[in-house]
């Protein structure tokens, strides 16, 4: 049977030298063999892809399996009334500690997909029952009410110039330069409402009427707007912060050009494009490519709920139903777009076709391929999703068990790695590649010549240095996947100790989140 090729570099660095030992095994058998066998542990404890090993995994004892039957988990947390929480656990107790659990608001933002737990909440009284499936139920009254859908309420903290998705240095401590920064923003604003990107320095001043404001533009002469690199999302955050600084109906009339221009650009389908008009190549397609229609419909879904730097009369409720209208359409055309393969949901290409929603290619080292980058963002938006239909968690749970399946555990990816070897062996890391094959999830590298390759280091230096192909993109949302899920709000009850027993023994789980739920959201 022909043996399976594995295409990290640093394995290809084992087989180099393998076989060099191999031409000198004519005269050192016992040598040679004796390097063999260690290349091949080496190359089995560090480089082998997860993809590849399906069938040893299955083989393998499930780590932890054993602690499993020695902890009783919490099966769910649930507001029966605004100031009680019943937490009912896997199986029946026969010792109870309160002192076990805490329950905790989650402070931070999805945006940085940091919970920031809180303190515990203080409790006024608990108690335990029995249910009739003979499992103990905690009930635990709190001192301060929650909302009917079990979430908190909490007073918006907003920082000038501080937004979600604005990463741009326009905004500043002075009032006047901020104003002086937006009237040369204003001037720089193209007839059809958009920006241009990577021009931060030329936007210090203000547009001399000659220079051209784009270096992109269609054959009859118009001025293409973009998306991409954070394209005219920052300015129009930026002009919302002004005009909620300074009430100056000039700011909030190039802020509503911009999201005109944003709505404009959407395709019938629902996707948009990197560019605006169209610029007859690649960047005509849907555009996932750097999160740029994710950062649209992120910036867009701020101006609908009215979030800082939208908080003002900016947006009116013909123009808000418009946007939110809009937001329908992307959610459509993303989920019409995951890419299926043998019947399973995995996660989406960089580029989309606008009509048949097929994956597509781009520059000349960007194939239609599945996206271990671009993709993460999407989920991330479909998590934040209030009351998500089945479709949307069909999408969810398909890519969260595709990032699970294609990840490289112990293995860390080195950009411009000076040994050559890009992707090395460390226990405590996984990686994730750019782009993967569709149907075989192997690895897609390229140089400029458009050559498809599985192994990184076959390809030119000047790409394999100055592109990111790898990362550890979706290893922070899985994180919070298994653990608290869509966080923003919430309240979670944590297993802080593991004093109570079961009569067999068992403690709870340390550590684990279970999210308060109203019996309806369960």
Not at 75 to 101: C, Q, R, W, Y
Not at 130 to 157: C, G, I, R, W, Y
Request: aromatic content about 10%.
């Amino acid at each position: 049977m022909k043996s399976a090729t594995y295409d990290h570099a640093s394995y290809n660095n084992f087989i180099v030298k393998g076989r060099s030992m191999r031409r000198q095994s004519r005269r050192k058998p016992l040598i040679a063999a004796g390097a063999a066998i260690c290349l091949g542990i080496v190359a089995l404890l560090f480089v082998m892809d997860k993809h590849r090993n399906d069938q040893m995994a299955a083989a393998l004892p499930s780590a932890g399996s054993d602690k499993s039957t020695q902890e009783l988990p919490i099966v769910s947390s649930v507001l029966t009334n605004p100031s009680t929480v019943e937490i009912t656990f896997g199986g029946k107790l026969s010792s109870f500690s309160a002192s076990d659990l805490a329950i905790k608001k989650a402070q931070g933002t999805w945006y940085g997909l940091e919970p920031l737990l809180s303190s515990s909440l203080p409790v006024n009284k608990v108690t335990t029952k029995e249910n009739k499936s003979h499992q103990t139920v905690a009930v635990m009254e709190l001192e301060q009410a929650l909302n009917p859908d079990a979430t908190f309420s909490k007073e918006e903290v907003i920082l000038p110039g501080k937004a979600p998705y604005f990463t741009a240095d326009y905004y500043t401590g002075s009032r006047e330069q901020n104003i002086e920064q937006a009237n040369h923003l204003i001037s720089w604003q193209m007839d059809n409402g958009g920006w241009f990107k990577n021009m931060s320095k030329e936007y210090k001043k203000p547009w001399d009427g000659k220079v051209l404001r784009s270096e992109w533009r269609t054959k009859d002469g118009q001025d293409i707007g973009t998306i991409d690199n954070e394209g005219t999302t920052n300015e129009l955050l930026f002009m919302a912060m002004v005009y909620k600084d300074t009430g100056d109906s000039k700011f909030k009339a190039s802020a509503l050009r911009a999201i005109d221009f944003l709505l404009k650009m959407q395709y019938s389908s629902g996707g948009w494009p990197q560019v605006y008009p169209a610029r007859g190549n690649y960047s005509d397609y849907v555009t996932f490519n750097d999160n740029a229609m994710m950062r649209v419909m992120n910036v867009l879904a701020l101006a609908v709920k009215k979030k800082y730097p939208f908080d003002t009369d900016l947006i009116d409720d013909d123009r808000r139903q418009a946007i939110q209208h809009s937001l329908d359409r992307g959610l459509e055309y993303i989920l019409k777009s995951q890419i299926i393969v043998d019947g399973k949901r995995t996660a989406w290409c960089a580029q989309h076709d606008p009509v048949t929603y097929e994956p597509r290619p781009a520059r000349a080292y960007e194939f239609p391929s599945i996206s271990g980058s671009e993709s993460v963002a999407i989920v991330q938006y479909l998590m934040s999703l209030q009351k998500p239909s089945e479709e949307v968690k069909d999408a969810i749970e398909g890519a969260l068990n595709w990032f699970e399946e294609v990840r490289l555990k112990g293995i860390k990816y080195v950009p411009r790695d000076p040994n050559k070897v890009y992707l090395v062996p460390d226990a405590k890391s996984s990686t994730w590649y750019r782009f993967y094959e569709i149907g075989t999830n192997l690895p897609i590298f390229s140089g400029r010549d458009s050559v498809i390759k599985h192994d990184l280091s076959e390809i030119d230096e000047e790409r394999r240095n100055g592109y990111a192909w790898a990362g550890t993109w979706p290893d922070k949302l899985l994180q919070t996947a298994r653990t608290t899920g869509y966080f923003e709000n919430r309240v979670y009850v944590q297993v802080v100790q593991t004093d109570s027993k079961s009569p067999t023994g068992q403690t709870l789980q340390q550590g684990q989140l279970s999210v308060v739920t109203a019996p309806d959201l369960k």
